[in-house]
């Protein structure tokens, strides 16, 4: 597994932090935790500007300190994924920074505090634009109150903290930080994608990785017409746009549960789409819509990307395993399975791991190790192959397997940490890993 690296920056408003932090965290395949995001997150008006009337709540100190302690859990639980951080938020109080370090320390990561440092002249132009853009002096404002609580920063010890110029060439700051001694051995630790030798095993996500789906919204409305025509059975008067919105909510609950690491498929979606639509459970239908919704994939034209068999097939030729995990959703593993094999892909998978199946969806370990023990292959001699940054290269990297990730059909631009490797399509992977080479 790589080191986990827990940058914090600090430094007053309009110290350049932000400018650093995201080069930083590019650098190191981080994710960046924003404090102005997390700040209009925990207002609940995480797309637009803070609202006049949450003004001063937005800057206040005791909102400042339930800002910090969400910046934490969130960094907390990357660290614990084996990611790197990098916390762009101001840090004034030793007690800030303190806890910091400890989130660090507890999960084995790398820490250092990067103040960034600025010119009293450059700070108020900063402050004078930032002013004159939003149409008031409130910059100027939280720069004061900001300034009135920044504590000295004499608690860490010195390979803890560095300081930079956020006014000198932007590489050149950049080259200084990632310099710092106690990041050497973290950084030291990250194999360079040119480095990476052949795998012993590959494991492939599936949607939009080896499979995809050409007209989902076929699907999408077969379920939607099926669980209205269920409901009428039952003597309920449901329009298909009150069936739409009931199957639309269910969905966003699976989800919704799906990011939090919760398994769930076709029969709770059904149920939770009845519900919404007020019918008693168990509804007698409620195993017939879980079928159908099941089953709905195969109106939606499910084919096989570009190049997918190629890969499996040269991968197999040199004796490199190949295995399967994939998150299921409404088509469970019984329905994926028939799709790999009628388009020719099954038979080079030699296990196949599928989230309704060991329970567990990605990034969680256990899908991987579900496919790799089997093989007995250990995690640091296989690759994974797939679409997302949450979950395939989230899962992948804090496993110690080396990441790779696909953009043919899906191009993930998230703000998550980045795969070792980034390929176009199959074709690119096969160049990469010398497959096509005779």
Known sequence: MRHPILLAMSGSVASGKS???RPLAS?????????????????????????????ARAFAPIFEEQVYAEMLRRADRELA???????????????????????????????????????????????????AAAGRAG???????????????????????????????????????????????????????????????VTFDCWNTLLYEEDWHTAHARRVDALGAMARESGAAVSRERAAVAFDAAWEQHMRLWAEGVATGAPEVARWALAGLGLRDPHP????????FQGASHSSRVLALEGARETLAALVERGIRCALVCDTGLTPGSVVRGHLARLGLLDALDVQAFSDEVGFPKPDARAFRAALTPLGIPPERAMHVGDLRRTDVAGARALGMTSVRIRACHDDDSELPDADRVVASHAELRQWLALDAR
């Open 19 to 21: 400018s650093l932090a």
């Open 139 to 201: 910059w100027r404002s939280i720069h004061d109150a900001l300034a009135e609580r920044l504590e000295p920063i004499s608690e860490l010890a010195p390979d803890e903290h560095a300081a930079t110029r956020s006014d000198i060439p932007l590489e050149e700051a950049v080259a200084a930080v990632l310099d710092a001694a106690c990041l050497r051995g973290a950084l030291a630790e990250t194999r360079d994608a040119a480095d990476i030798p052949r795998p012993d095993a």
């Open 285 to 292: 239908g409620l195993e017939r819509l879980i079928a159908l």
């Open 27 to 55: 650098r190191l395949g981080a994710m960046r935790i924003e404090g102005d995001r997390v700040r209009d997150d925990l207002l609940e008006s995480s797309r637009d500007p803070v609202h006049e009337a949450h003004w």
């Open 81 to 131: 994924l084996g990611r790197a951080v990098v916390i762009d938020a101001c840090f004034p109080r030793n007690a800030q920074r303190l806890r910091a370090r400890s989130v660090a320390r507890a999960r084995g990561a790398a820490f250092l505090l990067v103040e960034c440092l600025v010119p009293a002249a450059v700070v108020e132009a900063r402050l004078a634009e930032r002013d």
